[in-house]
């Protein structure tokens, strides 16, 4: 069965960090690109960060360059969202995602708070 | 890196056809035939439904339907059911070699 398990949210203050994880399994990892969407309580769906296939190549939203970084690891098949200097605007359920030109395949989110 | 424009809630009847847009710009929806749907019930993850303006995966009833005409793509759902009832989606590739999501649409059974 093809799937995506989020974890590392939590409950976080202002200008602090957390690294997010998505276990893959079921496919190949190595061969897809990755996405991480966000979901701020009661809004839609944003786009984060990707990145391809092999690592080499990444992008970000104007929102968050700066202070996330994307990674993955092959050989664990996991892919990672290292988030620093967090805000109140960073509050949502983060969702790991499979594809290039579609998201075919969503994890079932990892929510992170930033409050006081 | 705008968000796609759809209208905020659309409703309908059991068994009536509804549609929803999405536009876009040349650089994503009218650029690329990429642009997918996905449904969103309250707590759950986006399921994807259309995928490359009209392509349905295996196991989405065939209710539903996509199109797309210059920079506007659109999602008919046909034979409206209770199940139905969910936030709607669309997306497409862009030509930053991203992602774009829509503003979301609230679908409502009456």
């Known amino acids: 069965e093809v799937q995506l398990v989020e974890s590392g949210g939590g409950l976080v203050q202002p200008g602090g960090s957390l690294r997010l994880s998505c276990a893959a399994s079921?496919?190949?990892?190595?061969?897809?690109?990755m996405y991480w969407v966000r979901q701020a309580p009661g809004k839609g769906l944003v786009w984060v960060s990707r990145i391809n296939s092999d690592g080499n190549n990444t992008n970000y939203a104007d929102s968050v360059k700066g202070r996330f970084t994307i990674s993955r690891d092959n050989a664990k098949n996991t892919l990672y969202l290292q988030v620093n200097s967090l805000t109140t605007e960073d509050t949502a359920v983060y969702y790991c995602a499979r594809g290039k030109y579609v998201v075919g395949v969503w994890g079932q989110g990892t929510t992170v708070t930033v409050s006081s | 890196q705008s968000a796609l424009t759809q209208p905020a809630s659309v409703s309908g009847s059991p068994g009536q056809s509804i549609t929803i847009s999405c536009t876009g710009t040349s650089s994503d929806v009218g650029g690329y035939s990429y642009v997918s749907w996905y449904q969103q019930h309250p707590g759950r993850a986006p399921k994807l439904m259309i995928y490359e303006v009209s392509n349905r995966p295996s196991g989405v009833s065939n209710r539903f339907s996509g199109s797309k005409s210059g920079n506007t793509a659109s999602l008919t759902i046909s034979g409206l059911q209770a199940e139905d009832e969910a936030d709607y989606y669309c997306s497409s590739y862009t030509s930053s070699s991203t992602l774009v999501f829509g503003t979301g649409t609230k679908v409502t059974v009456l």
């Open positions: 079921g496919f190949t990892f190595s061969n897809y690109w």
